[in-house]
């Protein structure tokens, strides 16, 4: 086990693949532009405090303008693989949504 995490470690920092490399990236990139919405709703969530639609708006906002900019400065910098990373971009976004909802849902329907 020891070996497989130094490899992929090497892998990731060094360069060995590509593509693994592009899609860690991206996969980096989804869960931190997820980072404002989930902060606001950990926030409703666990203190029970009342969202106002502006500061919903703005979490929306920085997690479009964050996500956005992660593609931009990818494609700038990079110049390929630009799709891979916006697919794994968009696919790690999806996947904490997907865990955060089901938290949602289980803290407004508890079991009897």
Not at 50 to 60: E, K, N, Q, T, Y
Not at 64 to 70: I, W
Request: hydrophobic share 55%; proline share 4%.
């Amino acid at each position: 086990m020891r070996w497989r995490l130094r490899r992929w470690t090497s892998v990731l920092l060094r360069g060995g693949s590509g593509e693994v490399r592009v899609i860690a990236l991206g996969v980096l990139a989804g869960v931190v532009s997820c980072v404002p919405p989930v902060f606001l709703l950990e926030r409703v969530l666990g203190c029970g405090d009342v969202p106002s639609i502006g500061a919903g708006l703005v979490s929306v906002l920085g997690s479009f303008v964050v996500a956005s900019a992660a593609i931009f400065a990818f494609d700038a910098i990079q110049g390929t693989d630009t799709l891979v990373f916006g697919t794994s971009l968009a696919c790690a976004f999806l996947a904490v949504w997907a865990i955060e909802s089901v938290r949602a849902w289980r803290d407004a329907n508890p079991r009897r």
